[in-house]
């Protein structure tokens, strides 16, 4: 067990007879007495800092496994991040894709039904100024014959071809 400041200032010698001077020891063990009181102050003030220090260094390396942590999971919810909007990306895509064939593919389809429905005119036209000229040139042919009266019978069997054609 180590020595207390008590220990030494209680401590008594035994007289002898070419002893040591009493005042100067006893002076001396003072001065012991004081630097060993200032040492153990000194010793005890260490000891509370080092406690003191490795309780902030305990906090410290807590809050560094926090913040790695808290890195990894941040690196982590970024990449997901990431990857969900490449998928959502591609969806978009695909969906824009589809649409565009589907937008192409109607207006081909118009296309060709306008195409269809032109060549369907043209046709109707090609008749329609068929008949036409057929009948004008009857009509001249008439004129010029002078008959009048068959004239009449022609006017009336081309009108009732014309509403049998629907024209």
């Known amino acids: 067990m180590p020595l207390s400041p008590i220990d030494i200032h209680n401590k008594e010698f035994g007289r002898s007879w070419r002893g040591y ?9 003072e001065r012991v007495i004081q630097d060993y009181e200032g040492l153990i102050r000194t010793n005890k003030q260490l000891e509370e800092d080092i406690v ?20 990894l999971v941040a690196q982590e919810t970024a ?3 990431k990857n969900n909007a ?10 824009a894709e589809k649409n565009a064939d589907r937008i192409v593919s109607e207006a081909l389809n118009k296309a060709r039904k306008v195409a269809i429905e032109m060549e369907e005119m043209q046709k109707q036209a090609a008749v329609f100024r068929a008949r036409f000229r057929s009948l004008v040139q009857s009509q001249l042919e008439m004129m010029d014959s002078g008959d009048w009266d068959s ?5 009336a069997r081309r009108e009732a071809s014309l509403a049998e054609s629907g024209l």
């Open 79 to 81: 990449e997901e991040v």
């Open 86 to 95: 490449r998928k959502e990306a591609q969806l978009i895509i695909r969906e």
């Open 52 to 71: 003191r220090l490795n309780e902030r260094l305990s906090h410290y390396d807590s809050l560094e496994d926090t913040l790695g942590k808290s890195i």
């Open 21 to 29: 001077n009493e005042d100067e020891v006893d002076d001396f063990l």
């Open 151 to 155: 004239f009449d019978k022609e006017l």
